[in-house]
């Protein structure tokens, strides 16, 4: 951590390479992300298409899609999340072991998009789980996906892996299961959970 | 094809004592319909299919319609007697006037079947049934036995309006969750007030994000309030 990058390059020159425990970690972890294999709408089909060869997301080492939560590290939240839905979709994060991440891809999977005023769709999925990346989009090109998952790499990467700031999995005291909605008369019960979702403030003084 | 009123000559030939009534559409279109009577309306579906004639053996579409309680006023021509002072003698006088009444026609439910022919190559022709009213008779007979591709239509008609296909073989909700108690496609449906965060609100949205806000202020004032007095 503490050694200075142009010591390490002159030295690489040398032969003789130095790193830290932290940065090896964390390039394994960051070059071995292997996504939950499962879409839930439309922006499913651009996930499918960055995975294959024109976009080719292997190259940043998610090419194993899992079909199980025990083996994944990924979630791609890939489009509309609805109410009947949101309570599986918390379970099957429940069910991944740490390290985990989330990337919500989508207007729906961030907002609820163009259903957001809908009796049946979530406005976002980041009201029951932490995401770790949110993409807009309707749906947003491969593109933007591989983005996202570079954004997740360049976080993981600066993760440290003692004190504040460190994943998860690191820290005994984390939250780690998150509590599933149940569906009650009338909506989702509670419809989001406070301890992932403060009430976002809206910004004093703006006019609405 | 035959036109809708010799349908309905035909439907009554054939069925003694249905219930059939022409609903006519006044647009361009013309798309006239018949409505059945929910007694009968089994058997007139089962003569719809068979008639090699017709032979309507394919349903493409059902769907719902919602028909709230409606207020009427009309105008009224009322003819009273009244005290007037003509000529400086009082007398009785008639006279007529205006008088504005009010009365609510019952609101109902309708489901609505569009029926094609595959075999004769026609259609559609459209057939609606009207529910009692829209709270306790709610009941309709299920055209799903005529005509297996009802069945998962007529299903989301029960989650969304709430009517009750009798003689459906599996009557259960199919969009939202087995325990939801409400039908999100009635007029009078009441979503739930989850307007706490709305970043880019306008128009209704935006007084219903206000309504919240002012109801969730009320509420914490509120708390406070007790606080103190404890």
Known sequence: ?208 | MKTIEEIKAAIEAAVPGAGVEVVVNPSPCAQHSLRLDPDSALAVARFLRDDPELALDFLSNVTGVDWPDREISEKVKVARTVAKTVDGVEQQVEETVDEIRKRVEPGCLEAVYHLYSVVRKHGPVVIRMRTGNRTDRVELPSLTPVWRSGEFQEREIFDLFGIVFNGHPDLRRILMWDNFKDHPMRRDYVEPDDYEYEPTAHDAVLAKAQAHRAAAQAGAKGQEGAGAAQ
């Not at chain 1, 080492?61 to 979630?75: H, I, K, L, N, Y």
């Not at chain 1, 890939?78 to 309570?87: H, I, L, N």
């Not at chain 1, 360049?154 to 994943?167: E, F, N, S, V």
């Not at chain 1, 979702?197 to 609405?208: A, I, N, Y």
């Open chain 1, 1 to 208: 951590m503490a050694v200075d990058q142009d010591l390490k390059i002159e030295l690489g020159k040398q032969g003789v390479f130095i790193t830290t425990l932290q940065e090896l970690y964390n390039w394994g972890r960051r070059n071995s992300v292997w996504p939950m294999q499962f879409g839930l709408a439309c922006c499913a089909i651009e996930m499918i298409a960055t995975t294959m060869a024109r976009y080719d997301l292997a190259r940043f080492g998610a090419e194993v899609f899992r079909p199980s939560p025990r083996q994944a590290d990924m979630m791609i939240i890939s489009g509309t999340v609805t109410k009947k839905m949101a309570p599986q979709v918390v379970r099957l994060y429940n069910q991944m072991a740490e390290p985990r991440y989330v990337i919500a891809m989508g207007a729906c999977a961030i907002s609820g998009g163009p259903f957001k005023q809908g009796y049946n769709v979530l406005k976002g999925i980041d009201r029951y789980i932490p995401v770790d990346v949110h993409i807009p989009g309707c749906p947003p090109r491969p593109e933007a996906l591989l983005q996202a998952f570079i954004t997740l790499q360049k976080k993981i990467d600066a993760q440290p892996l003692t004190g504040p700031g460190r994943p998860r999995f690191l820290d005994a005291a984390a939250q780690g299961e998150f509590p599933v909605p149940v569906p009650g008369e009338h909506d989702l019960e509670p419809a989001f959970n406070q301890g992932v979702w403060p009430l976002p403030v809206l910004q004093p003084g703006k006019k609405d």
